[in-house]
């Protein structure tokens, strides 16, 4: 039976670990655009596609959250530093999912953008939480977390606002099949209870910062 310390992940094992996430997230969205522009995603290769892409990043941004107890939990330190990887993954099929949605769905019509945008709630809560994960993924390097000192931690605690309003725009989007957005909703509402502590402090300080002005 192997030792702990010889399952600790090191650091000559993030090499590969990381390469192993990049295979497993760029291969499948390769693959599927594949498809879909060979006309082999089904009747309705639009849909397929919002819905591999939209539920693709929702899984990697739960996926990101998780980096954290999982380190805690299993004692592997090392995983934090997956967990930029994981979210950048999450944007990418979040910019695929709304760059889709606007070149197939839409077909470039602005007007209707801004029409759906303000008619559908789902839609509106979608490009709040799209908007939310670009400005993360922007401000996800080194220069950006030297360059804004501690408003960097304020900035990306908003990723827990964006996973809430990723589950309710998977919820609002579906007609009828709910019991998939559900269980995703069931997923980020354990995971945000595990990081309740936090989320408290971080509410009594946005409390006090407004009672402040």
Not at 49 to 55: A, D, S
Not at 83 to 89: C, D
Not at 185 to 212: A, D, G, H, P
Request: with cysteine; net charge positive; charged share 15%.
């Amino acid at each position: 039976m192997a030792s702990p310390s010889a399952l600790k992940l090191k650091p000559n094992h993030l090499f590969w670990v990381k390469l192993i996430i990049h295979i497993a997230a760029l291969a499948p969205l390769c693959w599927t655009y594949y498809q879909a522009f060979t006309d082999n995603l089904g009747g309705d290769p639009v849909t397929a596609l919002l819905h591999f892409t939209g539920l693709g990043a929702f899984k990697l941004l739960i996926l990101s959250l998780l980096i954290t107890p999982l380190a805690r939990v299993l004692k592997q330190g090392l995983l934090i530093r997956l967990r930029r990887l994981i979210g950048l993954y999450s944007f990418t099929y979040a910019f695929a999912h709304f760059a889709s949605y606007i070149l197939f769905d839409l077909q470039l019509d602005w007007s209707l953008l801004l029409s759906e945008i303000i008619k559908r709630p789902y839609i509106t809560v979608g490009l709040i939480a799209w908007l939310i994960l670009l400005a993360l993924t922007l401000t996800s390097t080194k220069k950006a977390q030297r360059y804004l000192g501690k408003k960097w931690q304020s900035l990306h605690n908003w990723v827990y606002i964006a996973v809430i309003l990723v589950s309710v725009h998977f919820l609002w989007s579906v007609k009828s099949a709910i019991l998939e957005p559900l269980i995703y909703m069931l997923i980020t509402t354990l995971l945000l209870l595990y990081r309740r502590e936090k989320l408290k402090r971080l509410f009594k300080k946005s409390l006090n910062n407004t009672q402040k002005r």
